[in-house]
């Protein structure tokens, strides 16, 4: 009787091995991407890579394990569920509402200890938080979260700036400032081997010649022009702000700051478009 019950489990688990998940990841657009950004400093991105990624990402690795029913079923149902709640590969098309209250739940469950779930961490001995690195990311989420609520005030409390559209539509700008855009957000997202003060400062003054080359390059005319410099001239001081910025939060802050300037930048200037 028992060899019967035992063959029969045994047979329904070879069948159930017929029954795969998918494992194909979706796709990863990179500046959609949270740690991109918001400009995480290198040691959050790593920390956060290994410990909340393979779940909360569209670039999970999955282990050998992965292709053992029935535990490949219950894994694949955890990584859809915790996708669904927090995506940070899809962190850009968040709207501003819900993205504060992400970066606020990831600050309760990194507090109460409940991420990295257990029953990863027991698998996976990197992903484990040493107190210090459970600390270092509240800190930094509390951070960027004040940040976010930052802009919010701001945006409502200022009057707005003399940027604005061409009549709904955006300004074209030459090929160079288009190129001088680019260069400084891919400046920004180079990772910084250490957090260090002196690291950001040079990268503030890397995005000032960057800048300069931009403003010499430029040739637009008339209102384009005009609105180029409502636009740029914010940067000019958000860069010099890092160039001297002196302490760490300063430096973190104002390099989230001028990344977010800089992505501005699509919303109200674009390419020519080529002659079909
Ligand atoms: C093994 C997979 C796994 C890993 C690793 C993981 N999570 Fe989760 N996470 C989940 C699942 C599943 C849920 C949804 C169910 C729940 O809330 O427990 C979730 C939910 C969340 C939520 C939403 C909670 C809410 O209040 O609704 C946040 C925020 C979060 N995780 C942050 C993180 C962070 C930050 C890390 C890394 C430090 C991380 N997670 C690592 C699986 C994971």
Same mark, same amino acid.
């Given at each position: 009787?028992?060899? =019967? !019950?035992? +063959?029969?489990?045994?047979?329904?688990?070879?069948? $159930?091995?017929?029954?795969?998940?998918?494992?194909?990841?979706? %796709?990863?657009?990179?500046?959609?991407?949270?740690?991109?950004?918001?400009?995480?400093?290198?040691?959050?991105?790593?920390?956060? =890579?290994?410990?909340?990624?393979?779940?909360?990402?569209?670039?999970?690795?999955?282990?050998?394990?992965?292709?053992?029913?029935?535990?490949?079923?219950?894994? /694949?149902?955890?990584?859809?569920?915790?996708? %669904?709640?927090?995506?940070?590969?899809?962190?850009?098309?968040?709207? *501003?509402?819900?993205?504060?209250?992400?970066?606020?739940?990831?600050?309760?469950?990194? @507090?109460? =200890?409940?991420?990295?779930?257990?029953?990863?961490?027991?698998?996976?001995?990197?992903? /484990? &938080?040493?107190? #210090?690195?459970?600390? &270092?990311? !509240?800190?930094?989420?509390?951070?960027?979260?004040?940040?976010?609520?930052?802009? @919010?005030?701001?945006?409502?409390?200022?009057?707005?700036?003399?940027?604005?559209?061409?009549?709904?539509?955006?300004?074209?700008?030459?090929?160079?400032?288009?190129?001088?855009?680019?260069?400084?957000?891919?400046? $920004?997202?180079?990772?910084?081997?250490?957090?260090? !003060?002196? +690291?950001?400062?040079?990268?503030? #003054? #890397?995005?000032?010649?960057?800048?300069?080359? &931009?403003?010499? /390059?430029?040739?637009?005319?008339?209102?384009?022009?005009?609105?180029?410099?409502?636009?740029?001239?914010?940067?000019?001081?958000? !860069?010099? +702000?890092?160039?001297?910025?002196?302490?760490?939060?300063?430096?973190?802050?104002? #390099?989230?700051?001028?990344?977010?300037? +800089? *992505?501005?930048?699509? %919303?109200?200037?674009?390419?020519?478009?080529?002659?079909?």
């Amino acid at each position: 009787m028992l060899k =019967k !019950i035992g +063959l029969a489990l045994f047979a329904i688990f070879v069948i $159930i091995q017929f029954f795969r998940i998918d494992k194909t990841n979706p %796709e990863v657009i990179a500046e959609n991407d949270f740690l991109y950004a918001v400009g995480a400093p290198e040691e959050v991105t790593q920390i956060i =890579k290994t410990s909340c990624y393979d779940c909360h990402s569209n670039t999970t690795h999955y282990p050998w394990y992965s292709n053992v029913a029935p535990i490949s079923w219950w894994l /694949k149902d955890h990584i859809n569920e915790a996708r %669904e709640e927090l995506n940070f590969s899809e962190w850009e098309t968040f709207e *501003h509402k819900r993205k504060l209250k992400k970066l606020k739940e990831a600050v309760e469950e990194l @507090e109460e =200890k409940e991420m990295p779930l257990t029953s990863y961490t027991i698998t996976h001995g990197d992903a /484990k &938080l040493s107190d #210090q690195q459970r600390e &270092l990311l !509240i800190n930094w989420f509390k951070e960027t979260l004040s940040y976010f609520e930052e802009g @919010e005030t701001t945006a409502e409390e200022e009057p707005k700036s003399d940027l604005t559209l061409d009549n709904g539509k955006k300004w074209i700008a030459n090929i160079e400032t288009i190129d001088g855009i680019n260069n400084m957000i891919a400046i $920004i997202a180079q990772p910084m081997e250490e957090d260090r !003060i002196i +690291l950001f400062v040079a990268r503030g #003054q #890397q995005l000032m010649t960057e800048f300069e080359t &931009l403003v010499s /390059k430029c040739n637009m005319t008339g209102e384009a022009h005009e609105q180029l410099h409502h636009y740029i001239f914010p940067l000019k001081e958000k !860069i010099e +702000l890092l160039m001297n910025c002196e302490d760490m939060t300063t430096c973190d802050l104002t #390099q989230l700051d001028i990344l977010r300037h +800089l *992505h501005l930048f699509n %919303e109200y200037f674009e390419g020519e478009s080529l002659p079909s």
